[in-house]
């Protein structure tokens, strides 16, 4: 006897497949991370990510217009910030005239519908390029904490509408929620990177922001003291339902692709809405293989992007947001 079940049937056609499609990609799926500089119509790319650039603001205006054009509601900012301004316990972060919140103000005054997000984390600030407070080859949690509630504060003045905190210290997020309420800002969200992993593949988002950790005595050569050991499955969801109690809006699994079976687990297990971050060296990786002719750079973009909601992703940090939203 022949098949009773013959699954081609459903794949005969480009109709029968779209009809049956199960994910779909739009371009309400993304959050555009923006890289912002000092200075005047300056759009330097990144070396190791390549078609992705540091925008001034004047710059960064034209884009989040034509960011808006494209469909794309949701930007995610990141600072690269001048030498001069770093120290230990990142205080040019909440400078009410900082870059970042002259940023927030920009996008803002550009496109006041834009959803902004921001980057909450000393990293950026930081002259040992980490995200807390270093002490004695330490990172202090508690008191990076009260860090970080004030940096999100000062960017919830500036207008922002969500915080993302990336540091992954421990008790951040009631202690931002704390901060935020204690200041009247009821509305303002925090989509925290809950489930984020001690991975090599933030290597050009280092670049891009000369955040990487200094190779000096008595600071950690990496992350791996607060980042997730990406060995850890049960970990990411005992992270994640912390960061849930602790008053988070939208949590988040990052990187994306070596990931995926962490945002499945999480999309069984809560219900809440849940951001995948596809970092810059899968930016990097993808770019760098289709340019020597190895991959279908629009193919393996597109492909990656729909495993990602297939897993279970509400949304996608991408540096692909423009290319992809170009596609569909
Ligand atoms: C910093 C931060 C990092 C990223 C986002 N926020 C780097 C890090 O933790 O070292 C990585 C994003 C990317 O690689 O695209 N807190």
């Not at 202690?175 to 925090?190: K, M, P, Q």
């Not at 000369?210 to 060995?231: F, G, H, I, L, R």
Request: charged residues 25%; hydrophobic residues 45%; proline residues 4%.
């Amino acid at each position: 006897m022949f098949p009773l079940q013959r699954h081609r049937r459903l794949r005969q056609n480009e109709a029968i497949r779209a009809l049956t499609r199960e994910n779909h990609l739009r371009p309400s799926d993304f959050i555009v991370p923006l890289f912002v500089v000092e200075g005047q119509n300056v759009k330097e790319e990144i070396n190791s990510m390549p078609n992705y650039f540091r925008f001034s603001l004047d710059l960064l205006e034209k884009e989040v217009k034509e960011l808006w054009q494209m469909g794309l509601k949701s930007v995610l900012l990141f600072v690269k910030v001048d030498d001069k301004l770093k120290d230990n316990r990142g205080k040019e972060a909440t400078n009410p005239d900082g870059l970042m919140q002259r940023a927030i103000k920009t996008v803002k005054n550009a496109v006041p519908e834009m959803l902004v997000m921001t980057d909450v984390a000393l990293d950026p600030y930081s002259k040992f390029g980490h995200d807390g407070i270093v002490e004695n080859g330490q990172i202090i949690n508690d008191r990076t904490n009260s860090a970080l509630a004030q940096m999100a504060l000062s960017h919830a003045q500036a207008g922002a509408d969500f915080v993302a905190p990336s540091d992954m210290m421990d008790g951040r997020i009631l202690e931002i929620r704390s901060v935020l309420e204690d200041a009247h800002f009821y509305n303002t969200g925090i989509m925290s990177y809950s489930a984020k992993f001690a991975s090599a593949f933030y290597g050009p988002f280092r670049d891009a922001l000369d955040s990487a950790p200094v190779d000096v005595a008595d600071v950690p050569k990496n992350k791996q003291t607060y980042q997730m050991d990406p060995a850890n499955r049960n970990e990411a969801l005992k992270e994640s339902f912390s960061d849930i109690e602790e008053g988070a809006d939208i949590i988040m699994v990052k990187p994306g692709l070596c990931y995926l079976d962490i945002v499945r687990d999480l999309a069984n297990e809560i219900e809440l809405p849940i951001a995948v971050y596809q970092v810059s060296g899968e930016y990097a990786m993808i770019k760098a293989a289709s340019a020597k002719g190895w991959l279908d750079h629009d193919a393996v973009m597109l492909e990656q992007l729909t495993a990602i909601k297939r897993a279970g992703a509400t949304m996608i940090a991408s540096y692909f947001a423009k290319d992809a939203v170009k596609l569909l």
